[in-house]
């Protein structure tokens, strides 16, 4: 199915980046940079999680090097579907208190009038999105902490009263929390892992990258583990796109740039800096099966006694921004669906038992869950594009 589903994800990038006349690989940088960026922190926090790291680095354990060059492919390709998912999202917003609210529920409600199917997209996104993907952050994160002899019950503690804090927040707050963190942590996890690469350039071989990618096992393998993972780190026709686009107070252009902005840098310059590491540590270490400790490893090689406590540093700010995330998503929406106390408060305790279950759980176990959801969801927004496409005689 997956197959099937990628051959045809890459038909529609082809068509729509036609369509777009090839708008969708224009950025105005110095534009955007007098923007309002609450948006782009939003989307980013969504985007750049505890995955950002292993998609990259789990598609090359399974698809080898040649994984890498697909996720990289698909992340530029895809980018005009990334376009119409910012612009259905952007148009088709509510306005929630002084803020706004939108993604898949309110384009299939009020783009389509597909009531039913919205609720489906929407209770989706919200298990995908806010409890799955929340599993995922804390499983690696108690990984890496458990390295350090700390026992699971500490983590759990520690983690509770995170949470507990984070649903104190209201929701200006917790975009105002996003605009604080998220810029501290992209630039810390830069400023050392360019320098790695800087310091240890000689050591990379790129040859590990063509040889993998000539054989057409590795061509297949890779294809199919890379675009998958590509799918997870831009979270390409999950949701929270059209969702971090709604949120956007500047006018659509710079929504619809800021969510294309989000791609490039996750899904091809993080991708490009995971992979540069990857190899300086394979030029005198073998390929390791867990992606934490293979991660673990190749901090190490450049920060010494540092890079484990460096990793766990950047594992804990990218997995806050994305509870802050998961969080913002359930709230906003069931703040605007209902007044009900209740319903939110059981949105909380659902909230808080997968987070902190996800200490517990096998990855192994979770990915195939996310990948099945995943796959769900990427039909029912891919339908949801390609209706308005067709009912609308707009030129986007």
């Given at each position: 199915?997956?197959?099937?589903?990628?051959?045809?994800?890459?038909?529609?990038s082809?068509?729509?980046?036609?369509?777009?006349?090839?708008?969708?690989?224009?950025?105005?940088?110095?534009?955007?940079?007098?923007?309002?960026?609450?948006?782009?922190?939003?989307?980013?926090?969504?985007?750049?999680?505890?995955?950002?790291?292993?998609?990259?680095?789990?598609?090359?354990?399974?698809?080898?090097?040649?994984?890498?060059?697909?996720?990289?492919?698909?992340?530029?390709?895809?980018?005009?579907?990334?376009?119409?998912?910012?612009?259905?999202?952007?148009?088709?917003?509510?306005?929630?208190?002084?803020?706004?609210?939108?993604?898949?529920?309110?384009?299939?409600?009020?783009?389509?009038?597909?009531?039913?199917?919205?609720?489906v997209?929407?209770?989706?996104?919200?298990?995908?999105y806010?409890?799955?993907?929340?599993?995922?952050?804390?499983?690696?994160?108690?990984?890496?902490?458990?390295?350090?002899?700390?026992?699971?019950i500490?983590?759990?503690?520690?983690?509770?009263?995170?949470?507990?804090?984070?649903?104190?927040?209201?929701?200006?707050?917790?975009?105002?929390?996003?605009?604080?963190?998220?810029?501290?942590?992209?630039?810390?996890?830069?400023?050392?892992?360019?320098?790695?690469?800087?310091?240890n350039?000689?050591?990379?071989?790129?040859?590990?990258?063509?040889?993998?990618?000539?054989?057409?096992?590795?061509?297949?393998?890779?294809?199919?583990?890379?675009?998958?993972?590509?799918?997870?780190?831009?979270?390409?026709?999950?949701?929270?796109?059209?969702t971090?686009?709604?949120?956007?107070?500047?006018?659509?252009?710079?929504?619809?740039?800021?969510?294309?902005?989000?791609?490039?840098?996750?899904?091809?310059?993080?991708?490009?800096?995971?992979?540069?590491?990857?190899?300086?540590?394979?030029?005198?270490?073998?390929?390791?099966?867990?992606?934490?400790?293979?991660?673990?490893?190749?901090?190490?090689?450049?920060?010494?006694?540092?890079?484990?406590?460096?990793?766990?540093?950047?594992?804990?700010?990218?997995?806050?921004?994305?509870?802050?995330?998961?969080?913002?998503?359930?709230?906003?929406?069931?703040?605007?669906?209902t007044?009900?106390?209740?319903?939110?408060?059981?949105?909380?305790?659902?909230?808080?038992?997968?987070?902190?279950?996800?200490i517990?759980?096998?990855?192994?176990?979770?990915?195939?869950?996310?990948?099945?959801?995943?796959?769900?969801?990427?039909?029912?927004?891919?339908?949801s594009?390609?209706?308005?496409?067709?009912?609308?005689?707009?030129k986007?």
């Amino acid at each position: 199915m997956w197959i099937l589903l990628i051959i045809f994800l890459l038909f529609l990038s082809i068509y729509l980046s036609i369509k777009l006349k090839f708008k969708n690989y224009k950025l105005n940088i110095l534009k955007l940079i007098s923007k309002d960026k609450t948006s782009l922190f939003l989307t980013l926090g969504t985007k750049i999680g505890v995955g950002s790291l292993i998609g990259t680095t789990s598609s090359i354990i399974i698809g080898g090097f040649s994984s890498v060059i697909w996720m990289i492919l698909f992340s530029l390709l895809t980018t005009s579907i990334t376009y119409h998912e910012a612009y259905y999202g952007n148009k088709y917003k509510k306005k929630n208190n002084s803020n706004f609210v939108g993604g898949p529920y309110y384009i299939l409600k009020y783009g389509l009038n597909k009531k039913i199917l919205s609720i489906v997209s929407l209770i989706l996104l919200i298990v995908i999105y806010s409890f799955l993907f929340q599993m995922i952050q804390m499983n690696s994160i108690g990984y890496l902490l458990e390295l350090l002899n700390i026992k699971k019950i500490i983590i759990i503690i520690i983690s509770l009263i995170v949470l507990f804090i984070t649903f104190r927040l209201s929701i200006e707050e917790v975009l105002n929390g996003l605009n604080k963190v998220v810029p501290l942590m992209c630039l810390l996890f830069l400023i050392v892992s360019i320098y790695g690469i800087v310091n240890n350039f000689r050591l990379i071989d790129i040859t590990l990258i063509t040889k993998d990618f000539v054989s057409i096992k590795s061509i297949l393998t890779g294809l199919v583990i890379g675009v998958k993972r590509s799918i997870f780190m831009n979270e390409l026709l999950i949701g929270t796109t059209s969702t971090g686009s709604a949120s956007d107070k500047n006018d659509i252009e710079t929504s619809i740039n800021y969510q294309i902005l989000s791609v490039y840098f996750i899904g091809i310059f993080i991708t490009i800096i995971i992979s540069l590491l990857l190899l300086i540590y394979l030029s005198n270490n073998d390929i390791l099966s867990n992606y934490n400790l293979l991660l673990t490893g190749v901090y190490s090689s450049i920060l010494g006694k540092y890079g484990l406590l460096f990793l766990i540093i950047i594992y804990i700010l990218f997995g806050f921004t994305t509870i802050l995330s998961g969080y913002y998503i359930g709230k906003n929406n069931i703040e605007y669906l209902t007044n009900s106390k209740i319903i939110l408060n059981i949105f909380k305790i659902v909230f808080i038992i997968f987070t902190v279950s996800g200490i517990i759980f096998k990855s192994e176990f979770l990915w195939i869950i996310i990948d099945n959801l995943i796959l769900i969801m990427i039909i029912i927004n891919s339908y949801s594009i390609i209706k308005l496409i067709k009912y609308e005689k707009e030129k986007i």
